[in-house]
């Protein structure tokens, strides 16, 4: 075990979800569109343009700033950051430097396995235990264009150029690459559960960079950092802290210093790479944007959009344990995005069943939909069809292995309703007693061997008759009633 005890700090680019940039009417998605397409004298920088905001990035970031339990002061405004560099047509980014949107807020993330919370009042237990990591601030910036770089030469693609970003960043709270992770994947789902950001990784639309830093344990002065840049997934996030750790560790027990510099990720080798120096940190000769009005807050307004927030996805994860009596592993399925926790709080409705409503949304719905690569969204069944099918079988109208198989594949199909798949392949349970009792009878009268065997005692025998009587029913006979009318016979 080493000495040293990582310190480390993110800031989080995220896509602000709105119909057009930042500062003109382009769209904001033109993750499809052919380069340069999407752009105008506004977010391309010629002179003499004036950027007008986009009211809706700012009503977002303060939802998302709120959720993130953030202060909103009453003024902020924009600065322009000023550097020179291909990608940058204006030659400046419009961000927020020292009067951001938001400030001094925290997230409390949940690890696993180092505690126990046993509450006496409260029968579930807990294997996990939570940390609160303090954010900085949160401000709002326009994005730059993309640089593609060849072997020699580099295209230059301006269609993402003035789309609006939100950067959230944390204190140097995080201890561990679990910690980080798990931070990261909170921030996720709450900017989804806000609507403020789809944060689709593979659309670029979330990126972390990540400062690193190593102190002797016990320790209380922070060491020189590192700054990873540009991380676009959790899994480089979390290979690029594990591989920093270890190149800082393996320097200071060296003997040797942490060079004070901003590294790139190389997804390939796993490893990160100096990029340049940050002796004598940069001069952004920030200054406040001259074309843009400040930001004028109303605390009335604030007030109202937190009390429109809605139930964020920390609480609904331990609601759903608590109130629905589900194992952890299977809350956090179904609280990860919004849409599956309506869908699955509809099925619980409709069906009064909370157990086998995991069971169907969680093993079968998610693997067929996995199956298929699709998402909720093109999902046929709605929740309500799902809910009736599960009624369907607690009233003992189907059978729970046709209801698995049978039903629950011809209504993933066609997404028509239980009922009408039940009826169309004549698929429900026998319940007419009569019927029930003669097809009973009969196969007593065919089985003397086990009906002497179960008189005699051996209760195995019985499963064996019950077993031949669903047979010849061909499935059908109403299970509960096939026990009892069997009991009836055989005294
Ligand atoms: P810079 O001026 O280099 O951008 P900031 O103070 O703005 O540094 O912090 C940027 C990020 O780095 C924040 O997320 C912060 O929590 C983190 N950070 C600051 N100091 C350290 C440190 N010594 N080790 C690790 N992370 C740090
Ligand atoms: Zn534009
Ligand atoms: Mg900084």
New binding site residues.
């Given amino acids: 075990m080493s000495n040293f005890e990582p310190?480390?700090?993110?800031?989080i680019h995220a896509q602000i979800s709105t119909q057009s940039k930042m500062f003109c009417s382009c769209s904001n998605d033109s993750f499809d569109a052919p380069a340069n397409t999407n752009v105008c004298p506004v977010c391309m920088g010629f002179p003499g343009m004036l950027p007008v905001i986009n009211k809706e990035t700012f009503a977002k970031g303060i939802k998302a700033a709120l959720a993130l339990n953030c202060a909103i002061p009453s003024f902020s405004k924009f600065d322009r950051k000023n550097y020179f560099y291909p990608d940058l047509p204006k030659g400046f980014q419009i961000s927020q430097y020292d009067q951001p949107v938001a400030q001094n807020g925290y997230l409390e993330i949940q690890l696993s396995g180092k505690a126990h919370i046993i509450d006496q009042n409260n029968p579930v237990q807990y294997s996990h235990y939570f940390k609160k990591i303090r954010i900085?601030r949160l401000h709002l910036e326009d994005d730059a264009g993309k640089l593609i770089h060849g072997s020699d030469s580099t295209l230059c693609d301006y269609n993402r150029s003035g789309c609006p970003l939100m950067e959230i960043?944390?204190?140097?709270d995080i201890r561990s690459v679990e910690e980080a992770s798990a931070y990261a994947q909170e921030v996720r789902r709450i900017l989804r559960y806000t609507g403020s950001s789809q944060c689709d990784m593979e659309k670029g639309m979330m990126r972390f960079d990540l400062?690193?830093?190593l102190r002797q344990k016990g320790e209380e002065k922070?060491?020189t950092?590192a700054?990873v840049k540009n991380l676009n997934s959790f899994r480089a996030l979390e290979r690029a802290l594990a591989y920093e750790i270890e190149r800082q560790t393996n320097l200071l027990e060296a003997g040797e210093k942490v060079a004070q510099e901003t590294r790139g990720w190389d997804d390939a080798t796993g490893e990160t790479f100096s990029q340049r120096s940050?002796e004598g940190?940069h001069d952004y000769r920030y200054f406040p944007e001259p074309d843009l009005p400040p930001l004028l807050v109303e605390d009335k307004a604030v007030s109202k959009m937190k009390s429109e927030l809605g139930e964020l996805p920390l609480q609904k994860r331990l609601r759903f344990i608590e109130q629905f009596g589900l194992c952890e592993k299977d809350s956090g399925i179904l609280t990860e995005e919004p849409e599956m926790a309506r869908y699955f709080e509809t099925v619980v409705d409709t069906s009064g069943d909370a157990k086998m409503a995991v069971s169907f949304v969680n093993t079968i719905l998610l693997k067929h939909l996995n199956e298929d690569g699709k998402g909720l969204a093109e999902c046929k069944i709605t929740p309500e069809q799902l809910g009736k099918l599960i009624k369907m079988i607690r009233d003992g109208v189907i059978s729970n292995n046709m209801a698995k198989n049978e039903i629950f594949a011809a209504m993933y199909e066609t997404g028509k309703d239980p009922e009408k798949v039940v009826e169309e392949k004549g698929l429900k349970l026998v319940s007419d007693t009569g019927a029930l009792e003669t097809l009973c009878k009969n196969v007593l009268e065919e089985n003397p061997g086990p009906v002497a065997d179960y008189k005699g005692g051996k209760q195995a025998a019985f499963g064996f008759l019950v077993g031949a009587a669903m047979k010849a029913s061909k499935g059908q006979g109403n299970p509960k009633l096939v026990n009892e009318i069997l009991k009836k016979l055989l005294g």
Avoid: M, T
């Fill in positions: 310190v480390v700090g993110l800031e900085n960043v944390s204190e140097p400062n690193v830093s922070f060491g950092k700054e940050k940190a």
